[in-house]
């Protein structure tokens, strides 16, 4: 009798505690991604913010200070499918927006496929989906624990921001065609719009905001971390003599094209992808369920406003205080569609971003500008010198070259040779801090942060044959910021979470972007993702 009772006192704490772990589950996890935000933003423009968006995170949530992007390239299409996989892209793949491919001998984009067809817009645009994107996501691993009762939806301004954190399983992804102004989608998730997103669509709210002015949302004495409005560090949009508030949007829509690609560049975007998501969490139910459900948001034009004014502009500074509202408007309507306590939000970022490199010159520091055309045609100069006129360069992006490997071996040349010769070339080059060869990368272990970075992001089938790292603050290209490195300007981003099962608190501990998504993972009982190499942020989990 007695061992009956422990026996059925064990059965019963049993199932106290899966009660007591199934309330900490939340109903939603909503996950938003800012591109291109550093984490300095967050402290930097902390005292225009108001009391209820980024305050309210970091206040009543956990707020991981010290995390890092642990690959490179440090680029949209890599960084979000990391963040939701939790792995590097030497093993999910998507190494960055673009490369080359050998066997079609072009260049592809991340989430091209020609197998797909879009929807919701009447311009012929090329498929796309998550094919390339080799492991399976934190929607993947929710739909398959769930047995397919989750519902996984994605939104954002970017076609490649929707879909990569959709993954392979989800329920719809949704992306904004600055050809239509609707937000649209792709025969792979689904063969028509919802009718909630028709509707949404015909409201043509894009062209509302369309013909807003974009002016300072405060005083401009209110934004004194910022450099003057006028200045020589900043691009200018056609139609605009000086880079300076105010922009009328439909004024300046009609001289730079395709026609809402104006609204993509200012902070109005937000406003729209925020009505859209708000309608999202409503009319899919999301949080409703005896399931969990994940919603993905992407903000996408604080990166197309970053890379024309740069991060220390007013332009980038009034961005930020608006998304600040943006978010206040979002957690309000978790509150009120699906309850407080009842959800978990994370925010982080895909990539910061490099100061102007002009501007750093003109205080004293080391910056500079590389042309990576201008390095291929050197390089294959050099290359026909030493082995004869050919064409041995196929290809060079995202700071890597692509040898004629067909054409070396059917010289009877030894590919790590070739590589080992362009490598010790381009070390002597300005601005050129380290070089890298494919058979390095293949064969040697590191443990020193940029060469693991490097490897981190390397991925035979898909990556060049010799890959450059460019010395601090030297940028590819002629926009007033970039991102794509290794060093912290890029790496260092926002990793905040908020809501049911969150512990309050800040950590100052090293943390990977890898290390989010197996938190996610823990917090709602699933499984990892398939590749996933990062450890779970313990510190953040348990109220």
């Known amino acids: 009798m007695k061992n009956c009772l422990i026996i059925l006192a064990l059965v019963f704490c049993g199932d106290v505690w899966l009660q007591a772990q199934q309330q900490k589950i939340p109903k939603l996890v909503v996950g938003i991604v800012v ?14 913010y108001s009391e209820n ?103 954002s301004c970017k076609d490649r921001a ?15 065609d600055i050809n239509s102004g609707n937000f649209i989608s792709s025969t792979f998730y689904m063969q028509k719009l919802p009718d909630w997103a028709t509707n949404f669509n015909n409201q043509k709210k894009a062209s509302f905001y369309l013909g807003q002015t974009w002016d300072f949302l405060k005083p401009e004495t209110a934004y004194p971390l910022s450099i003057p409005d006028d200045n020589n560090y900043e691009g200018k949009f056609i139609g605009k003599n000086k880079p300076v508030f105010p922009y009328n949007l439909k004024e300046l829509a009609a001289l ?67 998304l600040d509202l943006d978010i206040a408007r979002l957690l309000d309507a978790l509150d009120q569609q ?21 501007y750093l010159a003109d205080h004293k520091v080391p910056a500079g500008n590389i042309a990576l055309d201008s390095l291929a045609k050197e390089s294959s100069i050099f290359l026909n010198k030493q082995m004869g006129t050919a064409k041995w360069i196929e290809a060079a992006l995202n700071n890597q070259f692509y040898l004629n490997r067909p054409l070396i071996e059917s010289k009877g040349l030894n590919l790590n040779d070739i590589q080992n010769k362009l490598a010790g070339f381009l070390r002597d080059k300005d601005g050129i801090a380290q070089v890298y060869t494919a058979s390095q990368l293949e064969q040697q272990d590191f443990t020193q942060s940029l060469s693991l970075r490097i490897k981190n ?64 993972s823990m917090l709602l009982h699933i499984k990892l993702p398939n590749a996933c190499i990062g450890d779970p942020i313990s510190k953040a989990l348990g109220e």
């Open 35 to 48: 591109d291109q935000m550093r984490e300095e933003y967050l402290f930097r423009f902390y005292p225009q």
């Open 53 to 155: 968006g980024f305050k309210r995170l970091m206040g009543e949530g956990f707020n991981c200070r010290n995390a890092h992007y642990n690959y490179i390239p440090t680029v949209t299409g890599a960084g979000h499918a990391s963040i939701y996989t939790g792995t590097t892209p030497r093993y999910h793949g998507i190494i960055s927006n673009d490369w080359y491919d050998r066997k079609l001998k072009k260049k592809i984009y991340c989430v091209d496929d020609s197998t797909e067809n879009l929807i919701g817009t009447n311009k012929p645009q090329r498929g796309a989906s998550p094919r390339n994107l080799l492991a399976t996501n934190l929607g993947d691993e929710l739909k398959i624990s769930t047995n397919l009762k989750a519902k996984v939806i994605s939104i």
């Open 338 to 358: 699906v309850g407080k306590g009842n959800y978990t939000v994370f925010l982080t970022a895909d990539h910061g971003v490099s100061e102007v490199t002009k």
């Open 256 to 322: 730079n094209q395709p026609p809402f690609e104006m609204l993509y560049m200012s902070p109005f975007a937000d406003d729209l992808l925020t009505d859209m998501a708000v309608e999202a969490i409503k009319q899919e139910k999301l949080g409703k369920g005896d399931y969990p459900d994940l919603l993905a948001i992407s903000y996408s034009s604080p990166d197309a406003i970053g890379h024309k004014f740069g991060p220390l502009s007013k332009e980038i500074n009034d961005t930020y205080l608006r």
């Open 457 to 520: 992001g390397f991925y035979y089938k898909r990556s060049g044959d010799v890959l450059i790292v460019t010395e601090p603050a030297w940028i590819d290209g002629n926009e007033a910021a970039t991102h794509g490195v290794g060093y912290t300007y890029d790496t260092h981003v926002p990793i905040i979470f908020y809501g049911a099962g969150i512990r309050k608190g800040e950590s100052f501990e090293h943390y990977n972007i890898t290390d989010l998504a197996p938190t996610i």
């Open 162 to 176: 929707a879909i990569l954190p959709a993954g392979h399983m989800a329920d719809g992804a949704y992306w904004f």
